[in-house]
């Protein structure tokens, strides 16, 4: 995989670790630069992506993937998702480093927000639960 350093050049990394336990993950979204601040989104988008994909080969996380959006009139431009165990995620959310780097996101783009997702065998407890609770309220009619 490809991605963007903060000079603009391509360079590869490490975005998957194999055999890591991927039970939830972030998203960490954000929409449109704030006007002027382009040099500073762009230098936050590289450091940003050195700083999870250190995640990564340090096996703190199973994996990050960067994705920009085409057009589509909507508020959300691009996104990062950053897998690995519930309990790590949430330790990395706390630390210093990840609360700078939100600040700074906030600072340069809109709508810029991280969000917990539930994936691998907590989806599958999720779905349990959400099956069990649906018999117990029944269907309508």
Known sequence: MLAFDSGL????????????VTDSALFI??????????KKSVELFGESLRFLVGLVTSGRVASVEPFFLQPHGGDLEGFFIVRGDRAELNKIRSEDE??????RAQAVVQNFGVI????????????????EAAREVGSPG
């Open 98 to 103: 990840f609360q700078r780097l939100q600040v």
């Open 9 to 20: 050049q391509m360079c590869p990394n490490v975005t998957h670790q194999e055999g890591k």
């Open 116 to 131: 917990e997702a539930i994936t691998g065998d907590q989806l599958n407890k999720h779905m349990a639960w959400f099956t």
């Open 29 to 38: 979204r954000w929409g449109a630069t704030a006007p002027g601040r382009e």
